[in-house]
């Protein structure tokens, strides 16, 4: 059975997993007190199957631009370019993390979407099957959320 401090380590790696491998960028876990996102963006999407319920992410807008540069190549990505990449970011940390929770199970995933702070605040601190971790980036602060039922 899954506990919440598994849940939270392979949440962990796979952010991390993902930001280095497909944005050549390291991420460190950091200590959430105190710690406030700087007008991020933030996506969501729900997952159904083997492991259903949500996940999100939310990141400064700083470090998304400079996740962005490094995966696209360009020196100026646009709003819009960089919404993208978050949807994307939001879908690459959730498959990596149910690949890793439940290995031999089918999930399907729902296309992301962007969603509000608050919306991604709340489900990480939505009951006993939720998490949220906290990761420092170049640029600024990382966090992703699930809450799952397995």
Do not use: W
Request: overall charge negative.
């Amino acid at each position: 059975m899954m506990t919440k401090t598994n849940v939270d380590e392979v949440l962990i790696a796979s952010a991390c997993n993902v930001l280095e491998t497909m944005f050549f960028s390291e991420a460190i876990p950091a200590q959430s007190s105190g710690r406030m996102h700087d007008n991020p963006i933030v996506c969501l999407l729900h997952t159904s199957g083997a492991a259903e319920g949500t996940f999100s992410i939310a990141v400064d807008r700083e470090a998304l631009r400079l996740l962005c540069i490094s995966f696209y190549g360009e020196d100026a990505p646009p709003i819009t370019l960089q919404q993208e990449l978050a949807c994307e970011l939001t879908n690459m940390i959730a498959g990596s993390t149910l690949s890793n929770l439940v290995p031999e199970h089918y999930c399907s995933l729902s296309a992301p979407q962007l969603c509000s702070l608050e919306q991604h605040e709340t489900l990480g601190k939505s009951g006993e099957e939720s998490t949220s971790v906290l990761m420092e980036v170049e640029g600024g602060l990382l966090s992703a959320s699930c809450s799952l039922r397995m």
